[in-house]
Structures are given as C-alpha cells and as structure tokens.
C-alpha cells in the first residue's frame, strides 16, 4: 500500500509516517521509482507506535518497545522498566505542572484585573 493508505490504515498523517520512518521506527520496501510500500506489518508497527505516542512514551522509548514487540525472546521485565519508568516520569511532571498552575493561580488571584495598570502576573514575569 501507499503512505497515503498507511495514514488511513493507521491513524496517522503522512507527515509523521514519515518521521517516524527517519527515526527508524519502520522501514517500507522501496519501489525503483524510490516510491515507499508499506505492508501490513509496517501499519500494525505504526499503530503500536501511534498508540505508544498517546501514553506519551518519547519516541527512543517507542523505539526501544517496537524492538521488544518483535523479539519473541524479549523479557517481560524489561518491557516492565520500561513502562514504570515512564509512570515515574510523568508523575515528575504533573509534579511540577501543578506547582506552575499554583504559582500562576496565585499571581491570578493578586491581579485586580480591572482598569488599572498595575499587574503582579506582568512584574513577575519581567523579574
């Protein structure tokens, strides 16, 4: 099939078919004319990868887990660190989103926020 089926196929644009190509996540056959074929293991491993995305895995770990998904040898364990990690790291960073929203409410809440130019949001942020 073409990239344009493969998008269709697998939820994904062409755009990041294409980059996910260039990062070596898939690797379609190609036709003399340099046309890319994608077969029907490519869609699946570019759903795996779509899927992948939406739990926010960064795309080395995508990677490394397409790697894993095709060896029949793999560990479980390893497959395991990988995903408890990510858990670790996205805690980390609702952590610290939740800390930005409360620094941001606070500023909001010292604003007046009407027709004056005085404007705590606006001197923190020039600090």
């Known amino acids: 099939m073409n990239i344009g089926e493969a998008a269709a196929a697998s939820g994904l644009s062409t755009k990041a078919i294409r980059r996910y190509e260039e ?26 990868t779509r899927h992948a995305r939406e739990l926010a895995f960064p795309l080395a770990e995508v990677k490394r887990l397409l790697e894993l998904w095709r060896d029949r040898g793999r560990a479980s364990a390893e497959v395991r660190s990988i995903a408890l990690q990510h858990v670790a790291a996205l805690e980390a960073k609702a952590a610290s989103l939740q800390t930005i929203a409360g ?3 606070h500023l909001a809440s010292a604003c007046h926020g009407d027709s004056r130019p005085d404007c705590p949001i606006l001197e923190e942020l020039a600090r």
């Open 23 to 48: 990062g070596g996540l898939i690797q379609p056959r190609r036709l003399p004319n340099g046309y890319r074929v994608y077969s029907e293991a490519d869609v699946v491993a570019l759903r795996f």
């Open 103 to 105: 620094s941001l409410r």
